[in-house]
DNA sequence: GTCTATAGAGCGATAGAC
DNA sequence: GTCTATCGCTCTATAGAC
């Protein structure tokens, strides 16, 4: 249908593939896993070639890390009043999911979860949960011991996260949202608290 | 050097060439992975060969879930007193790695994470956090939403095992045990406690 | 019960024409 | 910038000789 003699494609800027690539890559390694999913597999759903993906991202684990990226949003959060910061920190996770963005930070979060075995993913998700909560907190907290608790924070966090969106826990996901916020976040404040 | 005509080698009762794979299995399994151990690697560890692996065992992932059983050992500490429980479980989940039975718990445990993506996995995780700790815990609370309050604890301290044993939170790792179990141990007190 | 051999498929990455 | 073609390798699982 074109006119010119079909050397290569009718020519997308190469912008909208590199998109293209970026979002396919996104919804796959998501629903499936880092290892579940090809490099051909991504191409055929942003409609490229294989080899396009290669010639954008590098390699597959470039391309992975690139696009599973998690913005918690939690950094808001953390700069509301101390007391009560707890049960905040808990309705912000629990309440994630509702939005598209927090739905793709959390989607992303337990990919990078589940591939972190390979060892630039692990360094990514610590990266990722030191800089979204650990980081933002220590500066709340004036005391000594500061850096462990800001840590511990974000641990027990995590395994509220963990909770739902990788173990799937049916109890927690089919609780009550204020009693889970209520009862995580006082346990929560207590390590805030000291 | 043996007289008979090789026809099959020296002849290892089978139930000692399943030890070898199973054992070889846990090894691998929980240095690299599922996905990045393959049947051969495990066959040549064991010193069989490859189909022996897939004779006694099925398939690769039957092998996986049979060999990566997970015994955290909570029953013992659930059954102390409610008050101070807290503090015991963190205590016991730091000290888990200095037991070699309490080592291969948490190597397994981080595998199962990391391979959580297949279903069968994911379900095999669930099942072991509501057995060890989960369902010992809601007998102890006798309140109505003990339920839920139990499966929060659980999700506390998988927090606390992801941080320490899949992202290796390189603050967690370095801090005092003592001061670990008493911030962490007070905030999951109070979730016991109410 | 153990082995060889292989089916049957998929993979990541590259070279080079256009 | 895009595509075709392919290299070289890995994988799980099976069939069947011994």
Redo the contacts between chains.
Sequence with gaps: MTERPRASRPRRPAAQTRQAIHDAAHELFSR??F??VGIRAIAARAGVDAALVVRHFGSKERLFLETMTVDLAAARVMEGPLDGLGRALVEHIVTLPSSRAGEMAVTSLTAL?????RSEV?TA??ET?RQAI?EPLVRRLGTE?A???A??V???????L??LH???????LA??RG??TA??G??????ID?
């Design positions: 499936e896993g290892d579940a979860f589940q591939a972190s075995d692990e998700l610590r949960i650990a011991d850096e462990v608790r840590h511990l974000a641990a027990q966090i995590g395994g509220l963990t909770s990788v173990v799937h826990d049916p109890v927690l609780a009550d009693l889970l009862r995580y006082d346990a929560l404040q207590a390590l000291t």
